[in-house]
C-alpha cells in the first residue's frame, strides 16, 4: 500500500511560455512550470512540468524520471526533439530528477532497490512515482487522469520500476534498453565480465557529485594509457577512497551475490501490472540484454496480452533521435528511427492514455536485417520456422549438413590466428569469411561449434581461459545468450554447453537476420591476451571465470 503524502507544498513556480522552435512543424507551444514535489518522507524532487500554452483539455501526463538532469527538458518537445512526435499529440509532460541528482534532495543510490514491504515508511523509486502522480493529479489541472511513463536506459529502468506496485492512473508504460541487470547483462558486467573503463567513468561521473560537475578522474587524453598506468584495480580503489559508492561495491560484490540480485528487475517482476512496451536495439552496446530480459521475463507473466516487443537496428538510445536509416556507413533502407516514433510509440501512448484510434500492433515487431524489413509476430521469440544446426564447413563455407568428426574429438589450436588465413584444423574448421550455402533467415537462438576454446566479442573471436568454460557453462540458463556474430549484439562470454573436448558451442544473440545465397559472415580471430582473464587497459577484467575480453583493441595491444 502506498501513502500518500500528508502534505503538498509548492515551493517554487515558474510559469513562463517555451515557445518552441517547432511551432513552424505545426508543434504546440507549451508552458514551463518547475516545482518541488514532496515525497512520503519529506525528502523533494525537483520536477519540471509542460503544459499546451492554448486550450483547456483534459490531457494525460507523459513523465520521464532521469538522473542525468532536467535543466534542458524542454528541448525533447522542440520539431527536432526526442518527443517531437508525442508533443505534437499534445500531453502533459513531466521531468523529475530522482533522489540526490542535481536539483532534488536526498540520497542517490545506483539502481535503489524495492523497500522492505514490512517498512510503511520505506521509500524507493516506485513509491517515489506514485508520490509524484499523486500530485500531479491533485494540482495540474485539468487533467484526464491517466499517466504513462517512458524512459531509455537508466531512465528506461525507472519506468519499468513505475509498473512495479504501479499507482491507479498509470496506464502505459515504456521501458527503453532498461539497465535490467547490471551483472548478467548491462552496463556494468557482461554475465561477470566487468567492464573496466564504463564502470568507473560512469559510477564516479554520477557520484563524485550530484550533477556530473566533477569529472572522472581520467587525466590522459588517451584513456588506454591512463588505465594502463594505474596497476592493479586496487589502485583505482585507493584513488577514490571510498567517495564512489558503486565502485566500492563493485569490489566488495564480485560475484552474482544478493546485493546485485536486490538491484535485478528481473527480481521485482511479478505480473504485467499495466500495459508495457519494451523497447532496445540490435546492436545496443549497453542493454540489450535488458530489453529481452525484461519482455522475456514479463512475458512468462502475461495472461492478457499487454506486454509488447519493438526490436530495432539500432544502438544506444539511436531510435529517439534522427532518423535511423544508417548505422555508420550500414544503410537499412528505410528511416527506422522515425518510423518507430510515428507509427509504434505515439500511437500506442495516444491508445492506452487518450483512448484514441486502433491499437494496430503486433506482440514482436522487430527489424530484420538483410532484408530490410519490419516483420511481425505474434511470439518472440518466432514459433514459425524450424530450428536448424549451422555448421563451418571447408572452404570458407557454411551449411546445415554437419561434417564428420573423429570419435576423439579435435584438437585444440594454440597461439595467434591470423585474421586473413583459414585454420590449419581441417575438421570443422572455419576461414576467416563464411559463406551460407543457402538462402536462411535467423529469428531464434542457434549455435555454432567452434575448434578453439574462444568467445565472440563484436565478430572476433578471443582465446579465453580454458578453466572457465566448465563454469561458465553452467551458469548459463537455457534462455540466455550473449556471444553474437557481426549480426548480433556486442556482447562476449563463453557459452555452453560444450559439445565434446575442445569444442563449445557459441551461441548466437536472440536476433532477426536474412542471409543470402553465398553471404559473407566475417570473422577476425585475434590473440589471447598475454595474462588468462584479464585485458590491460580499456580491456574488461575476466569476472565470469576468466574470460579476457578487449574493449576497441586487441587484448595487450597499445
Given at each position: 500500500?502506498?501513502?500518500?503524502?500528508?502534505?503538498?507544498?509548492?515551493?517554487?513556480?515558474?510559469?513562463?511560455?517555451?515557445?518552441?522552435?517547432?511551432?513552424?512543424?505545426?508543434?504546440?507551444?507549451?508552458?514551463?512550470?518547475?516545482?518541488?514535489?514532496?515525497?512520503?518522507?519529506?525528502?523533494?524532487?525537483?520536477?519540471?512540468?509542460?503544459?499546451?500554452?492554448?486550450?483547456?483539455?483534459?490531457?494525460?501526463?507523459?513523465?520521464?524520471?532521469?538522473?542525468?538532469?532536467?535543466?534542458?527538458?524542454?528541448?525533447?518537445?522542440?520539431?527536432?526533439?526526442?518527443?517531437?512526435?508525442?508533443?505534437?499529440?499534445?500531453?502533459?509532460?513531466?521531468?523529475?530528477?530522482?533522489?540526490?541528482?542535481?536539483?532534488?534532495?536526498?540520497?542517490?543510490?545506483?539502481?535503489?532497490?524495492?523497500?522492505?514491504?514490512?517498512?510503511?515508511?520505506?521509500?524507493?523509486?516506485?513509491?517515489?512515482?506514485?508520490?509524484?502522480?499523486?500530485?500531479?493529479?491533485?494540482?495540474?489541472?485539468?487533467?484526464?487522469?491517466?499517466?504513462?511513463?517512458?524512459?531509455?536506459?537508466?531512465?528506461?529502468?525507472?519506468?519499468?520500476?513505475?509498473?512495479?506496485?504501479p499507482h491507479p492512473a498509470v496506464k502505459?508504460?515504456?521501458?527503453?534498453?532498461?539497465?535490467?541487470?547490471?551483472?548478467?547483462?548491462?552496463?556494468?558486467?557482461?554475465?561477470?565480465?566487468?567492464?573496466?573503463?564504463?564502470?568507473?567513468?560512469?559510477?564516479?561521473?554520477?557520484?563524485?557529485?550530484?550533477?556530473?560537475?566533477?569529472?572522472?578522474?581520467?587525466?590522459?587524453?588517451?584513456?588506454?594509457?591512463?588505465?594502463?598506468?594505474?596497476?592493479?584495480?586496487?589502485?583505482?580503489?585507493?584513488?577514490?577512497?571510498?567517495?564512489?559508492?558503486?565502485?566500492?561495491?563493485?569490489?566488495?560484490?564480485?560475484?552474482?551475490?544478493?546485493?546485485?540480485?536486490?538491484?535485478?528487475?528481473?527480481?521485482?517482476?511479478?505480473?504485467?501490472?499495466?500495459?508495457?512496451?519494451?523497447?532496445?536495439?540490435?546492436?545496443?552496446?549497453?542493454?540489450?540484454?535488458?530489453?529481452?530480459?525484461?519482455?522475456?521475463?514479463?512475458?512468462?507473466?502475461?495472461?492478457?496480452?499487454?506486454?509488447?516487443?519493438?526490436?530495432?537496428?539500432?544502438?544506444?538510445?539511436?531510435?529517439?533521435?534522427?532518423?535511423?536509416?544508417?548505422?555508420?556507413?550500414?544503410?537499412?533502407?528505410?528511416?527506422?528511427?522515425?518510423?518507430?516514433?510515428?507509427?509504434?510509440?505515439?500511437?500506442?501512448?495516444?491508445?492506452?492514455?487518450?483512448?484514441?484510434?486502433?491499437?494496430?500492433?503486433?506482440?514482436?515487431?522487430?527489424?530484420?536485417?538483410?532484408?530490410?524489413?519490419?516483420?511481425?509476430?505474434?511470439?518472440?521469440?518466432?514459433?514459425?520456422?524450424?530450428?536448424?544446426?549451422?555448421?563451418?564447413?571447408?572452404?570458407?563455407?557454411?551449411?546445415?549438413?554437419?561434417?564428420?568428426?573423429?570419435?576423439?574429438?579435435?584438437?585444440?589450436?594454440?597461439?595467434?590466428?591470423?585474421?586473413?588465413?583459414?585454420?590449419?584444423?581441417?575438421?570443422?574448421?572455419?576461414?576467416?569469411?563464411?559463406?551460407?550455402?543457402?538462402p536462411a533467415s535467423s529469428r531464434m537462438?542457434?549455435?555454432?561449434?567452434?575448434?578453439?576454446?574462444?568467445?565472440?566479442?563484436?565478430?572476433?573471436?578471443?582465446?579465453?581461459?580454458?578453466?572457465?568454460?566448465?563454469?561458465?557453462?553452467?551458469?548459463?540458463?537455457?534462455?540466455?545468450?550473449?556471444?553474437?556474430?557481426?549480426?548480433?549484439?556486442?556482447?562476449?562470454?563463453?557459452?555452453?554447453?560444450?559439445?565434446?573436448?575442445?569444442?563449445?558451442?557459441?551461441?548466437?544473440?536472440?536476433?532477426?537476420?536474412?542471409?543470402?545465397?553465398?553471404?559473407?559472415?566475417?570473422?577476425?580471430?585475434?590473440?589471447?591476451?598475454?595474462?588468462?582473464?584479464?585485458?590491460?587497459?580499456?580491456?574488461?577484467?575476466?569476472?565470469?571465470?576468466?574470460?579476457?575480453?578487449?574493449?576497441?583493441?586487441?587484448?595487450?595491444?597499445?
Amino acid at each position: 500500500m502506498h501513502a500518500v503524502p500528508s502534505r503538498v507544498v509548492l515551493l517554487l513556480a515558474l510559469l513562463t511560455p517555451l515557445k518552441l522552435a517547432a511551432q513552424a512543424d505545426s508543434l504546440p507551444v507549451y508552458r514551463e512550470q518547475q516545482v518541488m514535489i514532496p515525497m512520503r518522507d519529506g525528502v523533494k524532487l525537483n520536477t519540471r512540468i509542460y503544459v499546451p500554452a492554448t486550450g483547456s483539455t483534459a490531457l494525460p501526463f507523459l513523465m520521464t524520471r532521469t538522473p542525468y538532469g532536467i535543466a534542458n527538458s524542454g528541448g525533447a518537445l522542440e520539431a527536432k526533439g526526442s518527443y517531437a512526435e508525442l508533443a505534437r499529440e499534445q500531453y502533459v509532460f513531466v521531468y523529475q530528477d530522482i533522489r540526490g541528482r542535481y536539483g532534488s534532495e536526498g540520497q542517490f543510490i545506483m539502481n535503489r532497490p524495492l523497500h522492505d514491504a514490512s517498512d510503511p515508511s520505506g521509500v524507493d523509486e516506485s513509491t517515489d512515482t506514485y508520490d509524484t502522480i499523486t500530485w500531479l493529479l491533485a494540482n495540474i489541472t485539468p487533467n484526464n487522469g491517466s499517466v504513462g511513463v517512458l524512459g531509455i536506459s537508466y531512465p528506461g529502468w525507472l519506468a519499468a520500476m513505475a509498473g512495479i506496485h504501479p499507482h491507479p492512473a498509470v496506464k502505459a508504460i515504456s521501458p527503453q534498453a532498461p539497465m535490467t541487470d547490471t551483472w548478467m547483462g548491462d552496463d556494468f558486467f557482461h554475465y561477470g565480465a566487468f567492464r573496466l573503463s564504463y564502470g568507473f567513468e560512469y559510477s564516479t561521473g554520477l557520484e563524485l557529485s550530484n550533477d556530473e560537475s566533477v569529472p572522472p578522474p581520467v587525466s590522459f587524453y588517451d584513456t588506454y594509457s591512463w588505465y594502463l598506468a594505474q596497476g592493479p584495480l586496487s589502485n583505482l580503489t585507493a584513488l577514490l577512497a571510498g567517495r564512489v559508492p558503486t565502485w566500492t561495491n563493485f569490489t566488495e560484490h564480485p560475484s552474482y551475490d544478493a546485493f546485485w540480485k536486490s538491484r535485478a528487475l528481473t527480481t521485482w517482476l511479478t505480473e504485467v501490472a499495466v500495459p508495457t512496451l519494451v523497447v532496445g536495439g540490435w546492436w545496443d552496446q549497453e542493454d540489450f540484454y535488458g530489453a529481452v530480459t525484461t519482455y522475456a521475463t514479463l512475458e512468462r507473466l502475461d495472461h492478457h496480452n499487454r506486454n509488447y516487443l519493438v526490436m530495432g537496428p539500432w544502438y544506444h538510445g539511436s531510435w529517439s533521435r534522427g532518423d535511423g536509416q544508417k548505422v555508420g556507413d550500414i544503410d537499412f533502407g528505410s528511416a527506422t528511427g522515425k518510423y518507430y516514433r510515428e507509427e509504434i510509440q505515439a500511437p500506442w501512448f495516444a491508445y492506452w492514455l487518450k483512448g484514441k484510434g486502433r491499437l494496430d500492433l503486433a506482440e514482436a515487431t522487430v527489424f530484420e536485417s538483410g532484408s530490410n524489413e519490419w516483420k511481425r509476430f505474434d511470439h518472440w521469440p518466432a514459433k514459425e520456422g524450424t530450428s536448424r544446426k549451422l555448421y563451418f564447413r571447408a572452404g570458407g563455407q557454411l551449411s546445415f549438413e554437419p561434417a564428420s568428426m573423429p570419435a576423439s574429438g579435435v584438437p585444440l589450436r594454440s597461439g595467434s590466428w591470423d585474421a586473413g588465413q583459414p585454420a590449419t584444423n581441417t575438421t570443422n574448421a572455419a576461414a576467416a569469411t563464411q559463406r551460407m550455402a543457402e538462402p536462411a533467415s535467423s529469428r531464434m537462438p542457434g549455435g555454432v561449434s567452434r575448434t578453439i576454446d574462444s568467445c565472440c566479442k563484436n565478430g572476433r573471436f578471443l582465446v579465453a581461459d580454458r578453466n572457465a568454460k566448465a563454469q561458465a557453462a553452467s551458469r548459463l540458463a537455457a534462455d540466455r545468450w550473449d556471444a553474437a556474430l557481426p549480426f548480433g549484439h556486442a556482447l562476449c562470454s563463453i557459452a555452453g554447453p560444450m559439445l565434446r573436448r575442445g569444442s563449445l558451442v557459441v551461441v548466437l544473440a536472440l536476433t532477426s537476420r536474412a542471409f543470402a545465397q553465398g553471404q559473407e559472415m566475417p570473422q577476425e580471430p585475434q590473440q589471447p591476451a598475454a595474462v588468462p582473464g584479464a585485458c590491460p587497459g580499456r580491456g574488461q577484467i575476466g569476472g565470469a571465470g576468466g574470460v579476457a575480453q578487449a574493449q576497441g583493441r586487441r587484448c595487450g595491444a597499445r
